[in-house]
């Protein structure tokens, strides 16, 4: 027993007790005769104290413990005379009659505090002291208690945790995959799973009704900002269900972790939005719903003007930002600037001030009347003092640029407050999506998406504008999770197949054994996953899922604090029956 | 919506309700104008009737539903005339007026049935179909009522799940890793964790204080009898702690366990047995307790008699068998080949019997008086109608003779029930143990496991003694788990990887970045882990963990229902810069 209590614990109501602490040394003080020791733990900061009258030797002990020792501290809780009204250990203090160093540190290569003096690379590194840091370690803490309700939520709706293999098989579809050379079985791989979707499956075909695993999962893919080659999947099916029971289950879910975990109520139904309306609205299909400023279309209105480059564009849209009609020609111009960047790819931005006096400044007041622009505006239902920005081109690229500059406005009006929440569904997503360099459709979700009962008919007559059932959790414009009912049948997967070019052969050595096991009773269901990461980063106000993970990789996929991947014993890959061949340098020139 | 409810929850008060359910077709019996259809879902079993006087039509159609149809069915709640006590819904059933055949199957490969006409291999590859068997699926029902309840208590503990990286490095220590090629780092190679050992003890680091994880582990052994090349661990970890505070809070996980899941309330402390007494009691560091049966030693008893067998011998042991005085010369025959197979491998048994009414017969009568044997006798505690079996020989090896001599008699006396379960914790381990081929020390845990500060001083003097602060939780003759209280002071930590022959350049190789992070004030700490397949396979009085696996693998680490692993395509091979290089033929024959 090294303790009696945590940091964290003490009070007023603790005064004259005698009590043992361990923890690390967060901060030393000399002041005159008295030594101040801020003694953590995970649970808080409690100040220790000694005094040169009481204890000479013990008060010059505390002043030479270096940042970081872990110390165990024997001493009596005491009312303290300056409280501190920060920490809720701060109207106590323990005077201190031993102090016992349990090991000394290093001094550490910046300071455990929330805002640490330590670059990303360094953190990364010394991730172990990062973790130290409140800062990180309560992104973990949330972590817990979510994972935890999460499982609390589902089993009480009678959903069954299963484990499904880690070591399963390459289906040459989709993302990379990792693969493990099997030593047993020579020439042989493994593989690990992008998604436990075939088995979650395989259990509703074993009747396993209500499925759910919190589970990590695997893509090799190039990490681009805020991708893990290792993530973590909140993935659940469910049998005999339609699209309603689905998102009735799965929203009743978000509104419980909200509710537990942030004493946040969701009273009313989120709302739901089809695919074509987000895209018509927003550009987008995770609209960020915490503010308006939707897309307004002008098309009709611009018609005519001998403005060359609105009557070539197959869209014009605009959005209106409240109160802007002030902004200067430098803010239009850092506006201009940033739709014209490459990751954007706008050739311009065009605008119209709707002044508060009712007066019409616009950038195009050349090709238009005050008369024809005071029109858009109402269109537009801008008030006196909103700036209306407008895009224009072909119709998607175009609506993915007035998104971006949509959220650019949305932040620089600080309507994206991290601490508040908007959800929605988006449903009846296109089930296919047509590629122009391979001529073929590919499906939008995956193979095994049901289509809208109400459009089967237009398979093979429409097949484009076949929607599917499935459905996309957004909050905060972030893709929480998404999923769909999946087919059932065995000939409309048949039929499926066909669309989206797959041979009889091709179908049967990559689905194989998902398309045997439905020829024994297959019951209608369907699912979905959240990505569990995005999830906690969302609930944390955090932007990246970086540090919603413990030991997080970097976008080289390396892990910089055990240095993983590293080069393995020749025997081991013997043993493995592999050789390593190195790109050769006339390859890498190619 | 596809049902009002399940198979499972209708009852008599439900009489005259309108119900819709849906499930698979487990069984249709016509018996003159009425066909029965037995519906089946996960959560129970209800009889579906149509008769031919109300619809002819359906009567007709339910008599051609097949075995495993997915059918819906519409009809009314009745009360049953012949009722069913042997389950729940046995009091009604549905008077159908509608029966959609929601989905065909074939006639399965066997039985779903909980005794099923199938066999391992047909099972396994039909894992989708085996899962619908009630037998198979209650033990995944119960891995998840256990795996709720772990986290439920250890969350109420304050500990916190964090999950730790499944890509890491290898470490060529202890069993083989399984490895995954970096695609992005050419050349080297990520490893699967055979447990999170070194990242929980760096949560310690972190000053996370209470971990724990449910997490699949990876081994690449070849597979003996009941393992598996991944594997699930409950792996805790604590700091500020002695073995004695590790030992109550995972004493209080194990009962917490019994008590929610199984209903069985142990109220007294578990028992602890040292290292020594155990193999000197039975032979074992993983005692089956649910029976007496404790080893004797003669060997003072036996000196001098002239029989060589016994004198040459380092050690006589014995085990009295209540009760088998009346053994037969073919059941003692039995018993000696039990003990002769190779995988025991004595010599030969010996035998007294202590007949009822008080006469002696032995199989060593003529080496030894009467008047000896009955000294034997009265050394074992044994009682007229008792049998004694003994084996002799080397310490060691006698003992793990007896060991399987003594769990034989127990299961032939059925004394091994598996309702019945026995906990104790094992301690005082041996840190080391002495490897003869290779004439050095291992560490008999693992490397950072802490010797007993009693026994510090004797680590250079007599490294063999030195008993390590580690613990093994024992059931039922099953080890469900062990663990250590760690070193944290580095000193210590060097002393030990000099003492198991360690360069200093080979302890920082493999296990640099946890020896650096030590250096920032590591606190004392400890843990174990636990076997969570193991530990659902004693609840659910399995002998095997298969059956407590959803997806498991074979012997040859292959899932046969997937047929993985498989060849990936060469494509793959170049973009991951490896190649296979099978055995040559030449490698084959050596």
Known sequence: MYRTNTCGELRLADAGREVTLAGWVQRVRKMGSMTFVDLRDRYGITQVVTNVERDAALQEAASHLGREFVVQVKGTVAERQSKNANIPTGDIEIIAHEINILNRSEVPPFTIEDDTDGGDDLRMRYRYLDLRRGAVRRNLELRHSMAFEIRRYLSEQGFLEVETPVLIKSTPEGARDFVVPSRMNPGQFYALPQSPQTFKQLLMVSGFDRYFQIV???????????????????????????????????????????????????????????????????????????????????????????????????????????????????????????????????????????????????????????????????????????????????????????????????????????????????????????????????????????????????????????????????????????????????????????????????????????????????????????????????????????????????????????????EIDRSQLEELSIDVVLPSAENESK
């Open 216 to 566: 990590k999962c695997f893509r090799d893919e190039d990490l681009r900002a805020d991708r893990q080659p290792e993530f973590t999947q909140i993935d659940c099916e469910m049998s005999f269900v339609d699209q309603e029971d689905v998102l009735q289950m799965f929203e009743g879910l978000v509104k419980h972790i909200f509710k537990y975990v942030k004493n946040i109520d969701f009273t009313d139904p989120f709302p739901r939005m089809t695919w074509a309306d987000a895209m018509r609205l927003y550009g987008s299909d995770k609209p960020d719903t915490r503010f308006g400023m939707e897309f307004v279309e002008l098309k009709p209105l611009t018609e005519g003007s001998g403005f060359s480059v609105m009557d070539s564009a197959e869209y014009v849209g605009a959005i209106v930002a409240p109160g802007c009609a002030g902004y200067t020609r430098k803010q239009l111009d850092e506006l201009t600037e940033f739709v014209k960047r490459p990751q954007i790819g706008a050739k311009g931005m065009m605008w119209v001030k709707f002044e508060a006096d009712g007066s019409i400044k616009s950038s195009v007041g050349k090709f238009f009347t005050d008369e024809q622009l005071r029109k858009w505006g109402e269109h537009a239902k801008a008030n006196p003092g909103d700036l209306m920005l407008i895009l224009c081109g072909a119709t998607m690229t175009t609506r993915k640029q007035l998104c971006e500059l949509r959220l650019e406005m949305g932040s620089r009006l600080g309507l994206r407050d991290p601490q508040k929440f908007s959800c929605l569904w988006i449903i009846d997503f296109p089930l296919f999506e047509w590629d122009e360099e391979t001529q073929r459709f590919y499906a939008m979700h995956h193979p095994f998406t049901s289509p809208n009962p109400d459009d089967i008919d237009k398979l093979d007559t429409d097949t484009g504008a076949v929607r599917a059932t499935a459905y996309d959790m957004v909050v905060n414009g972030n893709e929480l999770g998404g999923g769909s009912i999946r087919i059932h049948d065995s000939e409309l997967q048949d039929h499926m197949f066909r669309l989206l070019g797959l041979s009889e052969a091709d179908a049967q050595y990559k689905f194989g054994f998902l398309m045997n096991a439905f020829k024994y009773g297959a019951p209608p269901h369907g699912g979905l996953a959240f990505g569990f990461d995005r999830f906690v980063a969302i609930l944390a106000g955090l932007d990246s899922i970086r540090d919603t993970i413990a030991f997080p990789k970097n976008n080289s996929g390396r892990d910089m604090m055990i240095d993983a991947p590293a």
